[in-house]
């Protein structure tokens, strides 16, 4: 008998954002050590986007940001962080120009270090079920 899947709590109760803004469908995977994480995300509504093309790829920093949000909040649940700010974006790759809709993406975050001083860095990519990358690249977030 397999051991029950492991439960994860639904990605808008962690993020500062509501509705349509929560990007995050379903967290899949946190690593041990709590320095990685996996997540579901996908888009159906052309119409919130303005394009019938697909989500314009800018907002995969976003989406990215939003995973790493996500782990940040697990993490220091307990320890009174309210609040992560996007610094900077850098090393961001645009493999294509928009996300497509009606497709299951993943999207990876990893923290790469965590400074005394609350700034944060994270290695973060979106890709689709076959291992194709839309996009990739690195962050730093300043939480207090």
Excluded at 69 to 93: E, M, N, P, V, Y
Excluded at 126 to 141: E, K, P, R, T, Y
Aim: with cysteine; aromatic share 8%; charged share 15%.
């Amino acid at each position: 008998m397999n051991p029950p899947p492991e439960t994860y709590p639904d990605p808008s109760t962690l993020l500062p954002h509501s509705g349509p803004m929560v990007l995050i469908r379903k967290i899949q995977t946190i690593g041990s050590g709590c320095d990685s994480i996996a997540c579901q995300t996908g888009f159906s509504d052309p119409a919130f986007f303005g394009s019938e093309t697909g989500v314009p790829i800018p907002w995969g920093i976003e989406i990215i940001a939003q995973a790493c949000a996500i782990l940040i909040s697990i993490r220091k649940r307990d320890s009174g962080i309210t609040q992560g700010r996007l610094l900077k974006c850098k090393s961001f790759t645009f493999h294509t120009t928009h996300l497509p809709f009606h497709t299951s993406l993943m999207v990876s975050a990893q923290c790469k270090s965590e400074g005394s001083n609350g700034l944060w860095t994270f290695e973060g990519s979106i890709a689709d079920a076959s291992g194709l990358v839309f996009i990739n690249g690195d962050m730093s977030i300043l939480v207090q």
